[in-house]
Every structure is written in structure tokens, then in C-alpha cells.
């Protein structure tokens, strides 16, 4: 039975010997896959930018000959247009003078008109002016009232008079001094708890520094008579364990082993002391550092406190009121409604002015009505006999027509053609833009094409080089159709042929030992000995051992056919490591790139790019921001493309730029405004900077010095433009363009300088 199964696997192996074959084909053109694959992709892409290169061809000769066909027509129209100018010349002159008599005869006949009927419409006129100098009496009476009670606010509240001005740097001093004592006690909170962590290591450190001392105490001796204690089945007291393999080695290597185990456990004892010790002066210095910042921001605060209250001097109960909260609200709203009722005041004050002023208007059209009637009746008869003057004349210009008339008939025409000259204008200016882009899509076509066939001839001679080193033993039809096989089934291909020769190890095993058996069993002198070892009995054990025999042979051939795959696998793990560090260096480079800037959208290296821009602007704005204010530098906060400033006179603080004061924050912006220009030159020549407002919120001296970097930059040859209702700066700017209210909601522009 087991010589038919041998002889089945070896047939069904001889069977497949075509398919093992054709395996190691497969497994042989591996080496020149990914170049054959690129040969097809660059064939493929070559035929796709073919056929487009004759699309671009066809589409560039059809755009041409639209072209010509465009200039023909453009000429053409130029021709007419030309001759329409031409007419209207010749006629421009006749159709002025007729213009000019149309307007010189229509303005005789209203006037005409007008004369006969200014009478009684001067009449009617003087009522209404008698009756526009009552309403304005009227208004002027309300606008008095008006003016009246904003004054006697104005007095009722006189004691904000002098702080009004200053109310955003009161507000921001209080809001300054109110924010410096919230981190002063918030810092104050984490010294404490910083000084508990600090005792706290301390005991941690005596307590080593004790266990320090033991251990170096502690003899070898000691534990060698621990371990003579030590019995089979008991406990050790140090580890628990029941056994004790050590405790019958030879005395020297105990001696050894416990030297060891307690030099272990001293190198254990000595990192504690040096991380605790190391953690010990950290927590010193942060809360030396703590201290300093619980110190700082009380001064600040004191500062900014101090500063406040002199200007809050002459307002009662203003301390109760800053201490609840309210103080900054309040001030903020008698601000707001003092500027209210300022601009108020103003508008009532210029209403009057314009009331006054329309009053003496409304006199002198009175005076000038009464006069200009008496002069009516002389004009009539004048304008009546120039009128049948000028309307004879009229007759002989441009046959009667009227000039519109016939202006519009030329302006038709000319807009016609204007319209039409635009319209081929235009036309072959596509044409000629279509014709640049397809020349340069033919030209980078025919480039991409060239760089292809080289690299397609590169690979073509790759692949060429690697069929004639085979001998002729594959074909490049036969590497085509080897290619097309994929990984998997290459796997299950090889996976069903392995099974057939593991199949026949394991028959061929199997039939090997049941012929050793025989020639021991024929070998071997046996005769039945007792009633026991009869027929039947024998053959009982006979089947037994057979079936025996059967699983042992079985194993054994297992055994076989998994070393047989463990040798193939060792082949294949020794291939795989040689390419290994090939494509550990690859994917090593490729790690590398998308840690540095790898995202799915993008927004990675953006941020990247974004932050290095950001850091080269701050570089500029700090160094402008020096000659503006010498105690503030801007830095970028860590990982985001937010700012902060570094308070210089704070002992390098970094605060928000939220706890900037008005003029503080108009100096940083200042300052990042020119560094962006700065940052832009590097490219562009910026030869204008314009400022809107902000230069109200800064005193004197920061003004003086925001004033002095902008000359420094004019100097430089730019262009310096500032708007601004601060009365201070006309001494510091020579050429000014004024702005100047009028009445009736009209305004009036000055150049000064």
C-alpha cells in the first residue's frame, strides 16, 4: 500500500514538473519586474502625450487660419471708420455754429418768458422769504434751549473734565494693576505648593541617603548566611521562592553572586540620590524664580496703582469702587457720555452758525428780488427782436435740421463701427493669445515627449540587456505573460506544489521504516512461548504495533516536511536580508520627510513656511520696535504663529500682548508695519507707508520718538502718509492736506507746506 502511494507522488510530481517550471520562470523575471513595468508606464504615457501633441498641432494650424481671416476683417473696418471721421470733420464745424444758435435762441425765449411772469413771481418769492426768516427764528430759539442745557451738564459732571481725556490710560493702569495682583497671587499659590513638593523630596532624601549608609554596611557574609538557612520547600524571607538553586553552588561563586547583587542594589540607592538631589535644586530655583515674580507683579501693581490714583485724586469714593469692580465701567460710561454730549454741543453750536448765516441769506434774496424786477420790462422788447434775428440765421445751417439731429446720425455710425473694431479687436487678441499658448504647449510637449523616449530607450535597453543575458531562454512575449501573474497567486502556486513534495517525503518515510521492520521481524528467531501467544493473540498485537508503526512513520514525515520548509524559508529570509538595508534607507528618508513637513492637506509644511516668514518679520519688527520702545521685544509663541512680548524691564517677563496699553499696542504695530515693509523691499521697492489714527493714545515723549523713526524712514526716500486729529503733530509734519468743515454738511481741503 505504502510502495502505490510512493509511487503516486512521484507521478504527480513528474506531472507537475511543468508547473514547477513555470514557477521558477516567474520567480526569475522578479528581478527585472519593476523595470518592465516602468518601460509599459512610459510607452503608455508617451502614445498619451503623442496624440495630444498632434491635437495641440491641429488646433494651433485651425487658430492661425481664424487669424487671417480676423486681420482682413480688422483692416477693413479701420477703412470704414475712417471714412466716417472723415465725414463728420467736414460737417463738425456747421454743426457747431447751429448748436450754438439752438442754445443762443432757446436761452432768448425762456428768458423772454421769464421776463413776463418775474413779477408776480417775485411777489410770491418775498412771501416765502418772510416766511423762511420766521421758521429760522423758530430753530435758532430751540437750538438756544438746546445749547443751554448740554452747558449745565457739562458743569454738573465738571469734575471729569480733566480725566475725560485720560480716561483710556486711567482704565488701562487700573485694568494693569488689577491683572498684576490676580498673578501675584496666583504665582504666590504655586510657590507655596512648589516649597511642599521641595520638603517633601527632602524627606525622600534622608530616607535614601539612610538606606545609603546600610548598604554600605552590609557584608557579603550576611547574605551567604541567609542562604545556609535557606531549606527546600520553605520560603526564601527575601524573594518568596520555594526553591533555591544558589544555595548549592560552590562558595566562591556565591560570594561573587552576592557581591553583584549588592553593588546592584548600591547602583540603585545612588541614581535615587541623584535624582532627587537633581530634583531638589530644580525646585530651588523655581522657587527663587517664583519669589521674583511674586515681587515683580507687586511692584507692578503698586506702579500701575500709584500712577492711577493721581489721576483719580478729585473723584470721591473711587478706591471702594475699584476694589468692587466698578471703578473701570463707570469711567468708560461718563467717557462715552461725555464725548456724546461734546459732539453734541458741537453740532448745536455749527446749526446755529448755519441758521445765521441763512438768515442773512434769505435778507439779501429779498433785496436783490425787489431790485431785479424793475429791470424785467426793458429786457422783454430786447429779447424779442433778438430772437426773429437769430432764428432767420438758423435756417441756413444744416438745411433746418436740428444739430442732434444729425450728431446722432454720426455718433450712430461711429459707434457702430467702434463697437464692431472692439469686437475684431478683441477677437484676434484671443486669437493671438490661443496661438502663443498652443506654440507653448506644442513646444513643452515635444520636450516632455523627448525626455520620455530617452528615458523610454534607457529602459528599452535595461530589459533588452536582461533578455540576452538569459540566453534565449525567455522570450519577451514569454516575459510579458510571466509578468502578469500576480503575488498571490505566485504564493498559492508554490504553497500546492510544496504540499506535493512534502506528500511524497512523508510516503517515502513511511515506506523506509516498514521495510526496516521487516528485515528485523524475518531476522529474528520467534516462536510462540504459552497458551498467550496464540494466532489470534498475535495478530491483536500485530494490528496494534501496525497502527503504531503507521502514526510514528506519519509524525516522522511531518517532522521531515517541516524541516524541509523551515530550510526554504532560512533561503528566503537570507534574500530578504540583503535587501533590507536597501529598503530600510529608503523608508528611513521617506520617515524622515513626512515627519518634517508630511500632512494630508498640506497644512504642515504651510505652517511651516508660514512660521519661518513669521520669524524673519519679527526680526525686522524687533528692530524697529528698539528705536520705538527699548522695553519691549515680540517673539513668536512655541508650535503656532500667535505673539507675545518679553518685558525687558520685567527681567525678561512674557506677557500677552493683550496687557499692552493703547499706546504701547500702537507702538508694536507700528513696528510690525515696518518690518513688513522692511520684509517686502527684500522683494519690491515699497515706496509708500500711510497710518490711520492711533498717534492720539501716546504721550509726549513716545510720540516724539514714534515721529522720529517715521522722519528717519523719509529720509530713506519713502513716502510717509499720516491721518490724524492729534493738534500736536503740525510742528512735526511740514506738508499737510487740511480738512476743514463748512456749513451745510460741506467740506473744505487745505494743502499746507
Partial sequence: MAD????????????????????????????????????????????????????????????????????????????????????????????ILARKLDATIEIVKRNGIQAKKEFDAAKTFKEKVDGNIITINKQLEKEQLQ?????????????????????????????????????SANSEKTLKSR?????????????????????????????????????????????????HPLRTEGIVGEVNLEEEELNRAKEVVKKQLEVLTAGIEESDKEITRLATMVESYSQQYKDAYADAESYLVALPMWKAEFEQGLLQGKLQKVATEWNTNQLALTQVKEKSTNLLT?????????????????????????????????????????????????????????????????????????????????????????????????????????????????????????????????????????????????????????????????????????????????????????????????????RNGEIDATFAAHKAAKEKVKKIEKELPVKESLSENWKKLNELFGSATGSKFKEIAQGYTLDVLLTYANRHLQELSKRYELKRIPDTLGLEVVDLDMLGEVRSVHTLSGGESFLVSLALALGLSSLSSNRMKVESLFIDEGFGSLDADTLRIAMDALERLQTQGRKIGVISHVSEMNEHIATQIRVEKSVSGRSKIEVVG
Fill in 195 to 243: 516649597k511642599e513638593v521641595l520638603d517633601g523630596d527632602k524627606l525622600k532624601l534622608e530616607g535614601v541617603k539612610k538606606e545609603a549608609e546600610r548598604l554600605d554596611k552590609l557584608l557579603p557574609a550576611e547574605i551567604l548566611a541567609l542562604r545556609a538557612k535557606l531549606s527546600d520547600g520553605v520560603a526564601c524571607p527575601v524573594c518568596g521562592s520555594l526553591h
Fill in 147 to 183: 445749547l443751554k442745557e448740554l452747558n449745565n451738564w457739562f458743569e454738573a459732571q465738571s469734575i471729569y473734565k480733566e480725566l475725560v481725556p485720560r480716561a483710556e490710560l486711567v482704565i488701562s493702569l487700573l485694568n494693569t494693576a488689577q491683572t498684576a495682583f490676580k498673578q
Fill in 358 to 554: 441763512a438768515l442773512t441769506g434769505e435778507k439779501s434774496n429779498l433785496e436783490e428780488a425787489i431790485k431785479g424786477l424793475a429791470e424785467k420790462d426793458k429786457k422783454l422788447t430786447d429779447y424779442r427782436a433778438e430772437y426773429n434775428d437769430l432764428a432767420d440765421e438758423r435756417k441756413k445751417l444744416l438745411d433746418g435740421k436740428s444739430a442732434d439731429e444729425v450728431t446722432g446720425f454720426f455718433q450712430k455710425e461711429k459707434k457702430t463701427v467702434e463697437e464692431e473694431l472692439s469686437k475684431l479687436t478683441e477677437e484676434q487678441t484671443k486669437l493671438i493669445a490661443n496661438s502663443e499658448s498652443l506654440k507653448g504647449g506644442i513646444k513643452e510637449a515635444g520636450t516632455i515627449i523627448a525626455r520620455i523616449e530617452e528615458r523610454n530607450q534607457q529602459l528599452q535597453k535595461n530589459v533588452d540587456e536582461w533578455i540576452i543575458r538569459k540566453d534565449g531562454t525567455i522570450s519577451r512575449e514569454l516575459l510579458a505573460e510571466l509578468l502578469q501573474k500576480d503575488s498571490a497567486w505566485l504564493v498559492a502556486e508554490k504553497k500546492a506544489l510544496d504540499l506535493l513534495k512534502k506528500n511524497e517525503i512523508t510516503i517515502k518515510a513511511t515506506l523506509d521504516e516498514r521495510r526496516k521492520k521487516l528485515e528485523l521481524h524475518q531476522a529474528a528467531e520467534v516462536r510462540p512461548q504459552g497458551e498467550e501467544e496464540t494466532m489470534e493473540n498475535l495478530q491483536v498485537l500485530l494490528k496494534e504495533a501496525t497502527l503504531l508503526l503507521e502514526s510514528m512513520m506519519k
Fill in 4 to 95: 502505490t502511494q510512493l509511487t503516486e507522488a512521484k507521478a504527480a510530481i513528474e506531472g507537475a514538473k511543468t508547473r514547477y517550471d513555470y514557477v521558477a520562470r516567474i520567480e526569475e523575471v522578479q528581478e527585472i519586474r519593476d523595470v518592465y513595468n516602468e518601460l509599459q508606464s512610459t510607452l503608455k504615457q508617451w502614445n498619451e502625450n503623442r496624440t495630444s501633441l498632434q491635437t495641440k498641432q491641429l488646433q494651433e494650424k485651425k487658430n492661425a487660419e481664424l487669424l487671417t481671416v480676423a486681420v482682413d476683417k480688422l483692416n477693413a473696418c479701420k477703412v470704414n471708420q475712417q471714412k466716417i471721421n472723415e465725414a463728420f470733420e467736414k460737417a463738425e464745424p456747421e454743426i
